[in-house]
């Protein structure tokens, strides 16, 4: 009804300003209003009683939809010597790096020690921090590592979303 849409569209900012996990906005997310039934009485169908029911409601329905943890992920590409390829492998793994794409460059013809490999590879942001760095240091120079973008992500595993939302409800 018209007499509450203003008050419905306020717990819907609420509620997508601060969403339902960890008070982070959402993201992708619509909520249908099928029926209501007011009260009869005009006092009972003020702000006060509309919003905090109807915020209450989006919650409700957010969660029994299934809200998924998003976390940003960047995308990181790395261009290296065949030779030191395992090294890098060793410094991404220890950054729960997913390698999504691996391609040859480039390719000498009297030996593969002097390829050229670049990889497409998936890093946590939280853990993208340095990478360069390890990398470089890592292959004494010979990996060079750049970000092209980030992308968004859901988080999979419970315990990690669940260790996440903890620990980010402890920060707040």
Excluded: Y
Excluded at 104 to 132: K, N, W, Y
């Amino acid at each position: 009804s018209c007499e509450i849409r203003e008050s419905v569209g306020s717990a819907f900012q609420w509620v997508a300003g601060q969403g339902v996990l960890c008070e982070e906005p959402l993201h992708a997310v619509a909520f249908s209003l099928i029926d209501v039934v007011l009260h009869s009485d005009a006092i009972h169908r003020g702000s006060g009683q509309i919003i905090p029911t109807a915020r209450r409601c989006m919650w409700g329905s957010a969660l029994a939809a299934g809200a998924l943890l998003l976390e940003p992920v960047a995308v990181l590409h790395v261009r290296a010597h065949t030779g030191v390829l395992s090294r890098v492998k060793a410094v991404l793994a220890l950054r729960s790096a997913r390698i999504a794409g691996q391609v040859r460059v480039c390719s000498c013809p009297r030996t593969l020690e002097e390829s050229v490999v670049e990889m497409e590879v998936l890093l946590r942001v939280a853990e993208a921090h340095g990478i360069q760095t390890l990398l470089r240091d890592a292959t004494d120079g010979q990996a060079l590592a750049w970000f092209t973008s980030n992308v968004w992500s859901a988080v999979t595993d419970a315990a990690a979303a669940h260790a996440t939302v903890a620990q980010i409800r402890a920060d707040k």
